[in-house]
T-cell receptor
């Protein structure tokens, strides 16, 4: 059974701090997606990474896919209260198999 | 692009009644849609994979006779919770995959339906 370990599960920080969320697996993924979800809403896609070693930036968010395509990280610089939410990673094993989901990271950024 | 709608957004029903939730891909065709259930501050739990024109594939532990899924067209899938009970109260979310043969497997999500069974 493929697993995707996401850490930390909960994170409460002050505005302006930096943070990193990790998703790790022993399995190789053909792609990996990061989503952000606010309470009462569906997850919103932030990024899809496909190539090993790939780095993508979305304003203050930096996403990295491990060289072996087994792990990924999300780094947020100078966090703001608007970044508060549940961050989810999901790995695709490919061949139309279902996504493997991390357990999520609940982030609270305090003003 | 890649917008998924879900209706209703919130429903309250009495125990024993059935509730239908619709999921639509608005600007793309989705041969595959997914239905998830989510508990507060937890990740998504896949219930079933809905394939257009064929029977849905249910995950282990999900009762197919209780959670009826119909995917009659390339833009619409429905989930019917039959004879709902309070323990069925949850946040139900659908998603649609827009690139089934590509190297990515990105899913686009609807806004979710909050079901409360009294």
């Amino acid at each position: 059974t493929q697993l995707l370990e996401q850490s930390p599960q909960f994170l409460s920080i002050q505005e302006g701090e930096n943070l990193t969320v990790y998703c790790n697996s022993s399995s190789v993924f053909s792609s990996l997606q990061w989503y952000r979800q606010e309470p009462g809403e569906g997850p919103v896609l932030l990024v899809t990474v496909v190539t090993g070693g790939e780095v993508k930036k979305l304003k203050r968010l930096t996403f990295q896919f491990g060289d072996a395509r087994k792990d990924s990280s999300l780094h947020i610089t100078a966090a703001q209260p608007g970044d508060t939410g549940l961050y989810l990673c999901a790995g695709s094993p490919g061949n139309n198999r279902k996504l493997i989901w991390g357990l999520g990271t609940s982030l609270a950024v305090n003003p | 692009g890649a917008v998924v709608s879900q209706h209703p957004s919130r429903v309250i029903c009495k125990s024993g009644t059935s509730v239908k939730i619709e999921c639509r891909s608005l600007d793309f065709q989705a041969t595959t849609m997914f239905w998830y259930r989510q508990f507060p501050k937890q990740s998504l739990m896949l219930m079933a994979t809905s394939n257009e024109g064929s029977k849905a594939t249910y995950e282990q532990g999900v009762e197919k006779d209780k959670f009826l899924i119909n995917h009659a067209s390339l833009t619409l899938s429905t989930l019917t919770v039959t004879s709902a009970h309070p323990e069925d109260s949850s946040f139900y979310i659908c998603s649609a995959r827009d690139n089934p043969t590509g190297s990515t497997d990105t899913q686009y999500f609807g806004p979710g339906t909050r079901l409360t069974v009294l």
